[in-house]
């Protein structure tokens, strides 16, 4: 079979992407129909810049849910003969099949380990990011509403590990020694109970004059958080349904502890000055507890300029990650992660430059589609 011209490679990837573009039309298609009913979300769609980064980031986010469908072949699978094969040629014995952005120094599809690629970087960043949220929510409005001492420790707990270099950090955490120390895992023991101790004071504070809905929420958070929590942190669940990989587990941690003392900066700022508020002392009139007005006063009007820092500090975690794996540090050799990738093609980028763009331009691409969304939300967010 002859190569593929560019013409072609780009149709044949833009038919390989048909389940992200049919899910793309049907999402926007109904955002656009109830957009008056859908808030910040909705009135994205009055925000050029917001849009640009919407699509980017849900064609990021679709290609990852994907993958398995969008992949055509195994990226970790190696072919012989195909060593560094440029874009477009016919895979050997295999009648119709062609390596679309060419093969890597292992004979790998590029192709196929860009789009898995998309799946590890969206499997920890979100998530990551979300748990050092409930770490810093959780220590941020206590520490804002309360002062005093209370603000003066966990202020200097979060100078102490901001003022120590963030990629330094991060290559401490990861690094298989510490792994054998153990202190990942004491360190996951004490801040994946931290979203735990969030849900429970959010319905706690929220139902404490109903009993009967308190309890019952309570109750069946307690179980299921409890019961992730003993997987994901010690990998003791006995159902084998929740369960995090030792190095994946390193870099997860690594990505909370990171970020959770910028996010109580945050939320402490801003609790200070929310507090002064007119609503919050009629709350404080009618008796209301400390932690009901936090999370139910507090916390629901500081929701834009943590949503647009929510969708920032992903940016970041996505190009740590990137940092991370183009170093080797966190992730399994034969990872597709997109940093390892760039990593493997960088060592042969005079000759054969192919292997190192795709993941490159992919890891660029999202973290300007988050930037273009964390825009568009401050500017809609400041309509309010």
């Known amino acids: 079979m002859a190569p593929l011209s560019w013409l072609e490679i780009f149709g044949q990837m833009f038919i390989q992407f048909t389940p992200v573009w049919i899910a793309l039309a049907l999402i926007f298609f109904f955002s656009a129909l109830y957009k008056r009913k859908l808030g910040l979300y909705g009135r994205l769609f009055d925000s050029p810049i917001g849009m640009t980064g919407l699509f980017i980031v849900l064609f990021w986010v679709l290609t990852a849910l994907f993958a398995d469908l969008i992949v055509t072949h195994d990226p970790l699978s190696q072919v012989s003969g195909m060593k560094n094969k440029l874009p477009g040629t016919p895979v050997r014995g295999e009648e119709g099949a062609y390596y679309l952005l060419g093969g890597d120094n292992l004979a790998r599809d590029i192709f196929s380990r860009m789009v898995m690629g998309a799946r590890f970087v969206l499997s920890i960043a979100p998530a990551a990011t979300l748990f050092a ?59 994946f109970l931290f979203p735990i101790a969030f849900l429970m004071m959010l319905f706690q504070s929220r139902y404490y ?102 969708c920032l500090r992903i940016g970041y975690t996505t190009i740590l990650l990137g940092t991370l794996g ?20 960088r060592k042969l980028l005079s000759i054969y430059p192919h292997p190192a763009l795709p993941p490159a331009f992919a890891l660029m691409s999202l973290v300007l589609g988050l930037n273009l969304l964390a825009d568009g939300l401050r500017e809609e967010s400041l309509k309010d």
């Open 133 to 191: 949220f409930m770490v810093g929510v959780t220590l941020g409005l206590p520490a804002g509403y309360f002062g005093k001492r209370l603000d003066t420790g966990l202020s200097f707990l979060a100078n102490m590990v901001l003022a120590f270099p963030v990629i330094l950090l991060f290559y401490l955490l990861v690094t298989p020694e510490i792994r054998v120390t153990g202190i990942p895992t004491i360190m996951a023991a004490v801040l």
């Open 209 to 310: 004059t109903e009993p009967a809905k308190r309890n019952l929420y309570c109750g069946i958070t307690l179980i299921i958080c409890l019961w992730a929590y003993s997987g994901l942190a010690f990998n003791a669940d006995p159902l084998g349904v929740f369960y995090m990989d030792p190095n994946l587990l390193n870099v997860f941690v690594s990505v909370v502890f990171v970020n959770s003392p910028t996010v109580f900066r945050i939320v402490r700022g801003i609790t200070l000055d929310i507090q002064t508020r007119d609503y919050v002392a009629a709350a404080q009139t009618r008796g209301e507890g400390a932690w009901y007005i936090m999370l139910w006063e507090i916390l629901p009007n500081a929701r834009g300029p943590l949503i647009v820092d929510f």
């Open 326 to 345: 183009f170093f080797g540090l966190g992730v399994s050799p034969e990872s597709p992660d997109w940093g390892s990738t760039i990593n493997d093609g």
